[in-house]
């Protein structure tokens, strides 16, 4: 199944040590990768159908100074669909004058929803098909923008009918939060002072982030397998979904 991760902060933030560990899995996860990153309401997005290992586009993600405050990225092994770039993740969309980011590790069986108005899929998977039903749903349940905690609440009615096809993780954002949602694996992490040092699990590379932030800084990870070790990544259980606003986990309104 493909790798995911996301990143949520309280500021404009660096995601590479992250993405650098990302693409260390690509060796596996080698039917495309692709990556955005909000600024403000703008969004920068690369997608290549080409393993991270060996795109030049991923040369240049990791050469560009990506700071961003929400950050999704994906590497792809293809399950349903074929390679190729209109089937590379994250996906993008737009609603309520907002773009969306949406990527998806799992198998969804038999899921072939009636879409209609703006949302079609341009590619063949199954993960497009879910974004494009799940961009619809929400403009059908909310006249308007609403704010983070409604469309929590709404997400947390459609995700479970996704689920019910099979496994479905995902990571969704609109540069305002990060939603996270999973059925099978998915693990969380928050950064925040005190900073200490991190190291990857896959590669030999260390970072002290004491010496990188501020004591006001804060930085939520999302991966489905955690991606550093020495670090207190906590696992979501199956049909969890968590949201996290300004590097920290939003926690659902009391009823």
């Known amino acids: 199944m493909c790798q995911l991760l996301g990143m949520n902060a309280n500021t404009p933030t660096d995601v590479m040590f992250s993405f650098t560990g990302l693409a260390t899995r690509a060796d596996e996860h080698k039917d495309g990768f692709g990556i955005a990153f909000f600024e403000d309401k703008g969004l920068r997005h690369f997608i290549d159908d080409r393993s991270a290992r060996e795109s030049p586009v991923a040369d240049l993600v990791r050469r560009y100074p990506i700071r961003s405050d929400n950050v999704i990225a994906h590497i792809r092994k293809a399950t349903q669909g074929r390679i190729a770039l209109e089937n590379t993740h994250p996906f993008v969309r737009e609603l309520w004058g907002r773009y969306w980011v949406f990527a998806h590790n799992g198998n969804l069986e038999g899921f ?127 049909g969890e979904l968590r949201v996290f606003v300004h590097g920290a986990r939003r926690l659902p309104a009391a009823a």
Do not use: Y
């Not at 349940?141 to 905690?149: E, F, N, T, W, Y």
């Not at 939060?177 to 896959?202: E, M």
């Not at 030999?204 to 999302?222: E, G, K, N, Q």
């Open 112 to 238: 072939a929803p009636r879409l209609h108005g703006a949302f079609r899929p341009v590619g063949d998977t199954d993960s497009e098909r879910a974004f494009c039903w799940l961009m619809q749903e929400l403009a059908k349940a909310h006249a308007g923008v609403p704010g983070i905690d409604e469309l929590s609440c709404t997400l947390r009615e459609l995700l479970p009918q996704l689920a019910r096809h099979g496994s479905f993780n995902l990571l969704l954002s609109n540069g305002q939060a990060l939603w996270a949602h999973a059925t099978t694996k998915l693990w969380s992490l928050q950064r925040q002072h005190p900073f200490g040092a991190a190291t990857l699990a896959d590669a030999d590379l260390s970072v002290d982030f004491a010496a990188l932030t501020s004591p006001t800084d804060r930085v939520a990870i999302v991966a489905t397998e955690p991606l550093t070790t020495g670090e207190a990544w906590s696992p979501f259980a199956p």
